[in-house]
């Protein structure tokens, strides 16, 4: 079994910052790439930003420049550093990742349970 859990979401005023992170756990043999998602009430599951496992990111154009996405290898963990929040940027988020669990078998797409974040003075 493979589990994906998030922390560090909460309320934060615009403007501040909250650092989220990701911890994947149980029967891992390789990560690829791994990433958060957001969803607002009403709208569409969104791509946040993205990290292969060799360390390329992407953003959606909405957080650049805002947001920073990294990853520790060793410790099967990612975490997304949030900057200069807006009130646009409340939504419950979510860790994603593509994780094989033996060499022998096909890589699984898997989600945490997601964590609030709130922006609001």
């Known amino acids: 079994q493979v589990q994906l859990v998030e922390s560090g979401g909460g309320l934060v005023q615009p403007g501040g910052s909250l650092r989220l992170s990701c911890a994947a756990s149980g029967s891992i043999f390789s990560i690829y790439t791994m990433g958060w998602y957001r969803q607002a009430p009403g709208k569409q599951r969104e791509l946040v930003a993205a990290?292969?496992?060799?360390?390329?990111?992407n953003y959606a154009d909405s957080v650049k420049g805002r947001f920073t996405i990294s990853r520790d290898n060793a410790k099967n963990m990612m975490s997304l550093q949030m900057n200069s929040l807006k009130p646009e940027d409340t939504a419950v988020y979510l860790c994603n990742a593509a994780i094989q669990q033996s060499a022998t078998w096909s890589v699984q797409n898997y989600w945490g349970q997601g964590t609030q974040v709130t922006v609001s003075s």
């Open positions: 990290i292969t496992s060799g360390g390329r990111t």
